[in-house]
């Protein structure tokens, strides 16, 4: 298993850039790293994934970087992380009007300065790994797309879409990330950027409802509950392309952990089964069909990932449904939704 990670945090900017620096990003850097160093899924890669403040300062420090982590990836059992932690920005009047990352010599209004998303994703995508993730802790990240073909960046021929995930500080149409700490947050984690600090404070505490390991679904649901509890921050967003919400990411610290004495029985129950574990269960709850179109319905009027979740099981009723009594109390439940455009 060869799976690798890149961390960028880019804090510190020229006098004359006009780019205000915190030393929050460069703190979260940092304990991206320790934290990876910590997790026996990640702590034995022979280098820091966290680049230095040379690497960072250039577009080509950065992507050489980045290009030797994706070559690494070489089958269905790896994993490629790419952490970034910094300014972003989007400009509509450069090719393709994609969000841009801060380099260490970029320069405010100066687009030619930054490192556009594009070459990102590209790099990414070349990746052989089965598992591919961006998680970006910055501005604009609400209007990063998918990783995947339908994915407003063009791909490049030959590229592997599937197993790829983004995991963005901000979604929906907030697009300004707080690069400030969260004083709720324990020390050094208060140190942190909010959105970093929220998603490390995870990894450090774990979660105790979860199995050994901690999924992309779990990852994302125990931040959003982490900064929901604070009251004041914005929710975070997660885009699939054919990864599950099911597939490991890091290992789960938490003490104690209780295994599930029982399965899901609610339609509550049941959203949260399918967030945190995708399509694992779906045929225990297809078992109940009526009860499987009010859990449809509930996702539907959620937000982005839990649309995208109420598609896919939509989408396989049919195959798992294949008595048509039960497709038929299934489809009465969502059907008043559907026409009314829920």
Same mark, same amino acid.
């Given at each position: 298993?060869?799976?690798?990670?890149?961390?960028?945090?880019?804090?510190?900017?020229?006098?004359?850039?006009?780019?205000? $620096?915190?030393?929050?990003?460069?703190?979260?850097?940092?304990a991206? $790293? #320790?934290?990876?160093?910590?997790d026996?899924?990640? *702590?034995t890669?022979? !280098?820091? @994934?966290?680049? =230095?403040?040379?690497e960072v300062?250039?577009?080509? *420090?950065?992507?050489?970087?980045?290009?030797e982590?994706?070559?690494?990836? #070489?089958?269905?059992?790896?994993?490629?992380l790419?952490?970034?932690?910094g300014?972003?920005?989007?400009?509509?009047d450069? @090719?393709?009007?994609?969000?841009?990352?801060?380099?260490g010599?970029?320069?405010?209004? #100066?687009?030619?300065?930054?490192?556009?998303?594009?070459?990102?994703?590209?790099?990414i !995508?070349?990746? /052989?790994?089965?598992? /591919?993730?961006?998680i970006?802790?910055?501005?604009?990240?609400?209007?990063?797309?998918?990783?995947?073909?339908?994915?407003?960046?063009? *791909?490049?021929?030959?590229?592997?879409?599937?197993?790829?995930?983004?995991?963005?500080?901000?979604g929906?149409?907030?697009?300004?990330?707080?690069?400030g700490?969260? @004083?709720?947050?324990?020390?050094?984690l208060?140190?942190c950027?909010?959105?970093?600090?929220?998603?490390?404070?995870v990894?450090?505490? $774990?979660?105790?409802?979860? &199995? =050994?390991?901690?999924?992309?679904?779990?990852?994302?649901?125990?931040?959003?509950?982490?900064?929901?509890?604070?009251?004041v921050?914005?929710t975070?967003?997660?885009?699939?392309?054919?990864a599950?919400e099911?597939?490991?990411l890091?290992?789960?610290?938490? /003490? $104690?952990?209780? &295994?599930?004495?029982?399965?899901?029985?609610?339609?509550? #129950?049941?959203?949260?089964?399918?967030?945190?574990?995708?399509?694992?269960?779906?045929? =225990?709850?297809?078992?109940?069909?009526?009860?499987?179109?009010?859990?449809?319905?509930?996702?539907?009027?959620?937000d982005?990932?839990?649309?995208?979740?109420?598609?896919?099981?939509?989408?396989?009723?049919?195959?798992?449904?294949?008595? &048509?009594?039960?497709?038929?109390?299934?489809?009465?439940?969502?059907? &008043?939704?559907?026409?009314?455009? *829920?």
């Amino acid at each position: 298993m060869a799976s690798r990670a890149v961390v960028v945090g880019v804090g510190t900017y020229a006098d004359d850039s006009g780019i205000h $620096g915190y030393p929050t990003i460069e703190a979260s850097a940092r304990a991206y $790293g #320790e934290a990876l160093d910590r997790d026996p899924r990640w *702590g034995t890669a022979a !280098r820091s @994934p966290v680049l =230095d403040r040379e690497e960072v300062r250039t577009a080509d *420090g950065v992507m050489r970087a980045l290009h030797e982590a994706a070559a690494a990836g #070489e089958g269905p059992q790896d994993t490629l992380l790419v952490v970034y932690v910094g300014h972003g920005a989007y400009w509509q009047d450069v @090719p393709g009007g994609q969000v841009h990352f801060a380099l260490g010599s970029s320069r405010v209004n #100066e687009p030619w300065t930054w490192l556009s998303a594009w070459y990102v994703y590209r790099a990414i !995508r070349k990746s /052989k790994a089965g598992l /591919k993730v961006l998680i970006a802790d910055c501005c604009y990240s609400s209007m990063l797309p998918h990783l995947g073909p339908e994915s407003a960046l063009p *791909g490049i021929l030959g590229t592997r879409y599937q197993g790829t995930c983004v995991l963005t500080a901000v979604g929906g149409n907030v697009h300004n990330a707080w690069a400030g700490a969260c @004083p709720n947050l324990p020390a050094p984690l208060d140190s942190c950027t909010t959105f970093s600090g929220h998603l490390l404070n995870v990894l450090a505490q $774990g979660m105790p409802e979860h &199995p =050994d390991d901690l999924t992309l679904g779990a990852l994302r649901a125990g931040i959003d509950e982490s900064m929901q509890e604070c009251g004041v921050h914005h929710t975070p967003r997660m885009l699939l392309n054919d990864a599950s919400e099911a597939a490991p990411l890091f290992t789960n610290h938490a /003490k $104690g952990r209780r &295994p599930r004495t029982r399965a899901p029985v609610t339609v509550d #129950e049941w959203v949260r089964e399918l967030l945190l574990n995708g399509e694992r269960s779906l045929p =225990d709850l297809m078992r109940v069909p009526d009860l499987a179109g009010r859990v449809v319905v509930r996702l539907k009027a959620g937000d982005e990932q839990s649309r995208e979740l109420a598609r896919r099981v939509d989408g396989r009723a049919g195959e798992l449904l294949p008595d &048509p009594v039960d497709f038929v109390r299934y489809w009465g439940e969502i059907e &008043p939704a559907m026409l009314g455009g *829920g």
